[in-house]
């Protein structure tokens, strides 16, 4: 999931950037995103459909809807999606998002304009969410997947007003050709990812993805059109606040590095390697010393010591090439052998005895306890938080603007 958005991204900034939207490379996710709410392990679910308290296919069956306060009467309608076109210019769905489920009516929740939210899109966004309440009671049950319901219609109301906006914008600067290879390159991407959720799950035909899906309550119409449409918003939105997010400074970076001291603590932890050589394997003890030294001097010289270990070697060490067991204090073993090995700086070795052999030590890593140093990898992770910060603020302030200006009419209470 994680290549195939770093790939729409891509692909998706360079139709902006010829569209004249900037030419970002940030891939900071988008905090209202759609496309990136599908987890990994979405689709692996099916084997829940046999629990008592699965979601059970929309199709071919109409599925009694998420009942919450749904307004005045009148106001919550059950309708054909014919009934409702959507305006001219809107990037829009080919259909209701489960018609081609078998699906006959569908209730429309909430609406931009002529342009209508079906609840089947929402109650979707939910299902992919089941894991959250599945361990609940009923009462508790109930009362969190209202929450999600409102939660995920706030989340695809917001979408659809950003890409009202891209379509605006683009309209606006006689740019409909790039609009529509933007749709396009979305389509694929979004197909793409289909693809590679059957291949994962060894899915072989459309019809058993299908299947599949339908004992999740799923549809791949809709799965498609959430990432298609979040992929679209999330790469937009990037390159609207590019300018503002590439302008943190060093000084913004040393601000956040002093006023967010306890997030950069480290741990004590150390990555080590062991060679053991057993004084019962040689007629005396000085000789299995010479042996370990030589070995030790290999080491020094730059000699790996994992093939050294498995090829020369007496202890268990062998058997995980070298590695040492333990990274923290009181977790190293044998527990003798701790204070050597958090003495030993990063790249260095050394010879330690024991009532049986002589084990060789090298430490390939040490980090002492403390705060972190503000070093150019912080730096860079402290950049990529305050740049996160910057956009989360910027579009929220953003989708507000939005959501005034276009005033979405809802009948479900947020």
Same mark, same amino acid.
């Given at each position: 999931?994680?290549?195939?958005?770093?790939?729409?991204?891509?692909?998706?900034? %360079?139709?902006?950037?010829?569209?004249? !939207?900037?030419?970002?490379?940030?891939?900071?996710?988008?905090?209202?995103?759609?496309?990136?709410?599908?987890?990994?392990?979405?689709?692996?679910?099916?084997?829940?459909?046999?629990?008592?308290?699965?979601?059970?296919?929309?199709?071919?069956?109409?599925?009694?809807?998420?009942?919450?306060?749904?307004?005045?009467?009148?106001?919550? *309608?059950?309708?054909?999606?014919?009934?409702?076109?959507?305006?001219?210019?809107?990037?829009?769905?080919?259909?209701?998002?489960?018609?081609?489920?078998?699906?006959?009516?569908?209730?429309?929740?909430?609406?931009?304009?002529?342009?209508?939210?079906?609840?089947?899109? &929402?109650?979707?966004? +939910?299902?992919?969410? =089941?894991?959250?309440? =599945?361990?609940?009671?009923?009462?508790?049950?109930?009362?969190?997947? #209202?929450?999600?319901?409102?939660?995920? !219609?706030?989340?695809?109301?917001?979408?659809?007003? &950003?890409?009202?906006?891209?379509?605006?914008?683009?309209?606006?600067?006689?740019?409909?050709?790039?609009?529509?290879? =933007?749709?396009?390159?979305?389509?694929?991407?979004?197909?793409?990812?289909?693809?590679? @959720?059957?291949?994962?799950? $060894?899915?072989?035909?459309?019809?058993?993805?299908?299947?599949?899906?339908?004992?999740?309550?799923?549809?791949?119409? $809709?799965?498609?059109?959430? *990432?298609?449409?979040?992929?679209?918003?999330?790469?937009?939105?990037?390159?609207?606040?590019?300018?503002?997010?590439?302008?943190?400074?060093?000084? /913004?970076?040393?601000?956040?590095?002093?006023?967010? %001291?306890?997030?950069?603590?480290?741990?004590?932890?150390?990555?080590?390697?062991?060679?053991?050589?057993?004084?019962?394997?040689?007629?005396?003890?000085?000789?299995?010393?010479?042996?370990?030294?030589? !070995?030790?001097?290999?080491?020094?010289? %730059?000699?790996?010591?994992?093939?050294?270990?498995? #090829?020369? $070697?007496?202890?268990?060490?062998?058997?995980?090439?070298?590695?040492?067991?333990?990274?923290?204090?009181?977790?190293? @073993?044998?527990?003798?052998?701790?204070?050597?090995?958090?003495?030993?700086?990063? %790249?260095?070795?050394?010879?330690?005895?024991?009532?049986?052999?002589?084990?060789?030590?090298? +430490?390939?890593?040490?980090?002492?306890?403390?705060?972190?140093? =503000?070093?150019?990898?912080?730096?860079?992770?402290?950049?990529?938080? &305050?740049?996160?910060?910057?956009?989360?603020?910027?579009?929220?302030?953003?989708?507000?603007?939005?959501?005034?200006?276009? /005033?979405?009419?809802?009948?479900?209470?947020?």
């Amino acid at each position: 999931m994680a290549l195939a958005n770093r790939r729409a991204t891509t692909a998706l900034a %360079g139709i902006l950037a010829i569209s004249g !939207l900037s030419g970002c490379e940030c891939t900071k996710k988008c905090f209202l995103s759609a496309a990136d709410r599908l987890p990994a392990d979405t689709l692996a679910r099916a084997d829940d459909a046999a629990r008592p308290n699965a979601v059970r296919s929309q199709a071919p069956e109409i599925l009694p809807p998420v009942r919450i306060d749904q307004g005045p009467p009148g106001k919550a *309608v059950v309708a054909d999606p014919a009934v409702v076109q959507p305006a001219a210019g809107r990037v829009t769905a080919d259909a209701a998002p489960a018609a081609d489920e078998g699906d006959t009516q569908v209730r429309i929740v909430a609406s931009i304009g002529n342009a209508p939210i079906y609840e089947s899109e &929402v109650r979707e966004a +939910v299902y992919q969410r =089941l894991g959250e309440v =599945l361990k609940l009671g009923d009462r508790e049950r109930a009362a969190k997947q #209202k929450e999600m319901f409102k939660e995920e !219609l706030r989340k695809i109301i917001e979408r659809e007003l &950003v890409l009202e906006d891209l379509v605006s914008t683009l309209t606006a600067r006689k740019q409909t050709a790039a609009l529509g290879k =933007l749709k396009e390159a979305a389509g694929k991407e979004a197909d793409a990812m289909l693809k590679m @959720f059957k291949a994962d799950r $060894g899915v072989k035909s459309d019809e058993d993805f299908r299947a599949m899906l339908r004992a999740q309550g799923l549809t791949m119409a $809709g799965i498609r059109r959430q *990432v298609e449409r979040g992929t679209m918003m999330r790469v937009y939105m990037q390159e609207k606040f590019t300018d503002r997010m590439n302008s943190v400074s060093l000084e /913004q970076v040393r601000d956040y590095y002093a006023a967010n %001291g306890a997030d950069f603590k480290a741990e004590d932890s150390v990555k080590w390697q062991d060679l053991f050589v057993m004084t019962g394997k040689f007629p005396s003890p000085a000789e299995a010393k010479t042996y370990a030294t030589q !070995l030790h001097a290999q080491i020094q010289k %730059g000699a790996e010591v994992g093939p050294l270990a498995v #090829k020369f $070697g007496h202890g268990d060490s062998a058997l995980r090439d070298g590695a040492g067991i333990g990274e923290k204090p009181g977790d190293i @073993f044998p527990p003798e052998l701790e204070p050597a090995v958090l003495q030993v700086k990063a %790249g260095q070795s050394m010879i330690q005895e024991t009532e049986t052999g002589f084990h060789i030590i090298k +430490v390939t890593a040490r980090t002492v306890a403390g705060r972190r140093p =503000l070093d150019e990898k912080l730096q860079a992770e402290i950049k990529k938080k &305050v740049q996160g910060q910057i956009f989360e603020r910027e579009a929220k302030r953003y989708v507000d603007t939005l959501w005034k200006r276009s /005033q979405p009419q809802v009948w479900a209470e947020l």
